[in-house]
């Protein structure tokens, strides 16, 4: 599967080449080919282009950035509920001190499979990994239904436990919420925003002589385009790649917990 890495690498590649392309191309056209008249054409139509590739770019990086952004708060609102519900079942009673363990590992054990310690920045997340999500699942279950096992004696144990199994609920929602969501950006938009890229360079190097300035442009401007789709492609995959989500909330939570 293509990384982040992957898809810049051949944005650029197609970016630079098309460019080198043009300039080429440029010695072999016929002289009507090159006139101003042409050019002014060749402007006027690679315009409409550059101007569909940049309305494109700004929807798809508002979408992945947003897609990110809703994980981020995920992430951080689960963690505030994992602390919350540890406090309910502190307030419930000693009795709930089994559970509160059981919060305590099934977290570390969460933590480890979505923010692995010894994974490298390229190396993609265990967070779809089935062995991975079915342990943390189970564990997340039997704290439901250690809640639910629960005798309440007093109306505030029932109102404990009631938080608490609304807590749980909410927590599990937004699990499968978090594993259930798919890439905010098609790959095929990404298709489309390279060979419109492509070809945008290709008309520069039309117009372009051949020196070394004129070539060192064209490497800082594919470098930059190839640095955009990276930066897209890495916000549509919060928990995958160098741009991750950060595990901060989640340790903070797990550090505060039983206190």
């Not at 502190?90 to 010894?118: F, K």
């Not at 492609?233 to 595990?247: M, N, Q, T, V, W």
Request: charged share 20%.
């Amino acid at each position: 599967m293509m990384t982040g890495i992957d898809f810049a690498l051949v944005t650029f590649v197609c970016t630079f080449a098309a460019a080198l392309v043009g300039m080429f191309v440029r010695n072999a056209l016929p002289p009507a080919h090159v006139s101003k008249e042409s050019q002014d054409v060749i402007r006027l139509g690679m315009g409409l282009v550059a101007t569909m590739t940049a309305l494109l770019l700004g929807l798809v990086t508002a979408a992945a950035k947003g897609s990110f952004d809703s994980q981020d708060l995920a992430i951080k609102n689960t963690a505030a509920g994992i602390l919350t519900l540890d406090r309910l079942l502190a307030r419930y009673g000693p009795e709930t001190q089994p559970t509160r363990d059981l919060l305590r590992r099934t977290l570390a054990d969460r933590i480890e499979t979505m923010w692995p310690s010894r994974a490298s920045p390229a190396t993609r997340s265990t967070l779809e990994d089935s062995g991975s999500v079915a342990k943390t699942g189970q564990g997340a279950e039997e704290i439901e239904n250690e809640i639910l096992q629960l005798s309440p004696q007093a109306e505030s144990q029932r109102w404990f436990r009631s938080e608490a199994l609304k807590l749980t609920s909410e927590v599990l929602r937004t699990r499968w919420r978090l594993l259930s969501a798919g890439g905010a950006v098609p790959k095929q938009f990404l298709i489309v925003v390279i060979f419109w890229l492509s070809m945008t360079f290709a008309s520069f190097g039309l117009s372009a002589p051949r020196n070394a300035t004129v070539v060192t442009v064209f490497v800082i401007a594919a470098l930059s385009v190839a640095a955009a789709v990276f930066l897209i492609f890495e916000l549509d995959g919060p928990f995958d790649g160098i741009i991750r989500i950060s595990s901060g909330p989640m340790r903070f939570a797990l550090a505060h917990l039983g206190q």
